[in-house]
């Protein structure tokens, strides 16, 4: 017998057919004898409608204490349409609002983080023999004030409960059957991984893959809770996430991230003298614009140049910024181009091998595909390229690090 929390997203619950199918999933686990959490998202648009409605009255994104009494009720209805649904299979089950569990958060309305958890009530539930169906993005702070946890959130609701009653598993189900070596969408050939540890999925949420909230699977290599990623529409092992072992033939290469959204900033004919990339950047972290990756190329002639990547969204407000900065020094020349991205090999196999870097570099010239910036980390290659030389780029190293080769033992549930 195990003790398992599953989540289902907002897909998987969109409508009364699958709010059935997903209570005769939990039905079926609950009947093979193990005690379930079951985590569910509003139904498949119903956050969006709900803010839509709100950012209507707000006349601008909404925010603050009422838009989370808002959104917080779309889970609400999910919660008790499937604690319904599992009451007519003979399943016993009550459903459970994120403040009803005491999950508690702090304060920041629309983006609040989880505090503490009563497991002693979720257990003394799940002792009695029920499901328990618990809101997922949504607790209460110290002055019972219902607050929600950012988009995507469900997920960190759930890793967080499997974190409090120390579940065997935190299950999530989605709509696709677990973590590609990349976008299929673009690379046909991508292939499912049996396990990803929790590093390189950090890596490659941050980097733009969408399956998890990248809150959860901190939280989750916080905690140590073992997750796995499934289809709630096909049958399959999914994809496991969880700590690197010893024993685990790690692949030198897991996984290809690329981020579209990526805009580049150059300055040139800066003063190089000590402060002065404090004096450029310093003006941009003011104006909450997030630098991803920073070069500066070594000085000539008294000046020197600085490229930095923002935020496709930032860059006019970035460029603006630096117009400024450079009439206060009385120099330099502000140039960019908001149409690169950004492409990364992720795996910790790295770590104990060379030579990756160049098999990475050799492949993308091979295709005459200019590099424009590269930054590394343990477990990391980052380039910066042309937009238009995406999917080339992703398809080329798809094949140059033979992801499409399955290695290692497949681990079955
Ligand atoms: N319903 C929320 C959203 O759409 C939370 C979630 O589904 O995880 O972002
Ligand atoms: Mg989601």
Do not use: W
């Not at 989750?220 to 289809?231: E, F, H, T």
């Amino acid at each position: 017998m195990a003790l398992i929390v599953q989540k289902y997203g907002g897909t998987s619950v969109g409508s009364i057919g699958h709010i059935e199918h997903v209570a005769e999933k939990v039905a079926t686990t609950r009947n093979q004898g193990h005690k379930v959490v079951v985590v569910v998202s509003a139904m498949s648009g119903e956050t969006n409608r709900l803010m839509g409605m709100a950012n209507e009255i707000q006349g601008q994104i909404a925010h603050g204490r009422e838009l989370d009494v808002l959104l917080s009720t779309g889970e609400q209805v999910t919660i008790a349409l499937l604690a319904m649904a599992l009451q007519r299979r003979e399943c016993a089950a009550v459903s459970s609002t994120g403040a009803q569990l005491d999950i508690r958060t702090d304060n920041k309305f629309n983006k609040a983080r989880i505090k503490s958890i009563d497991a002693v009530r979720l257990k003394r539930s799940l002792d009695a023999g029920y499901v328990v169906v618990v809101a997922g993005f949504q607790g209460i702070d110290s002055e019972g004030n219902i607050t929600t946890l950012g988009r995507g959130g469900s997920d960190t609701t759930a890793v967080a409960l499997a974190a409090a009653v120390k579940a065997d598993e935190c299950q999530i189900y989605t709509d696709v059957d677990g973590v590609y070596t990349t976008d299929p969408r673009v690379e046909p050939n991508a292939r499912r991984l049996a396990r990803i540890t929790f590093e390189e999925m950090l890596e490659m949420a941050s980097l733009g893959s969408k399956v998890l909230q990248i809150r959860a699977v901190e939280f989750a290599g916080k905690y140590d809770v073992p997750i796995r990623v499934l289809s709630t529409f096909a049958e399959g092992p999914g994809t496991l996430i969880t700590f690197e072992e010893d024993s685990m033939e790690d692949p030198l290469v897991s996984g290809i991230a690329f981020n579209r959204d990526e805009a580049q900033l150059t300055v040139k004919g800066v003063p190089d003298q000590p402060g002065v990339a404090a004096h450029i950047l310093g003006p941009i972290a003011d104006e909450n614009i997030e630098v991803d990756m920073i070069v500066q190329n070594v000085g000539s002639d008294g000046t020197t140049d600085f490229t930095f990547t923002v935020h496709r969204n930032d860059y006019t407000k970035g460029m603006k910024v630096i117009d400024n900065t450079l009439k206060n020094i009385g120099g330099g020349q502000v140039g960019g181009d908001p149409n690169i991205v950004k492409l990364s090999l992720v795996g910790v196999g790295m770590r104990s091998h060379a030579g990756i870097a160049s098999r990475m570099f050799t492949a993308l010239a091979q295709e005459k595909i200019n590099i424009r910036m590269i930054s590394t980390s343990e477990i990391k290659i980052s380039v910066v390229i042309e937009e238009k030389y995406l999917e080339l780029g992703v398809r080329v190293l798809h094949e140059a690090f033979e992801l499409d080769q399955e290695i290692g033992v497949e681990d079955t549930q």
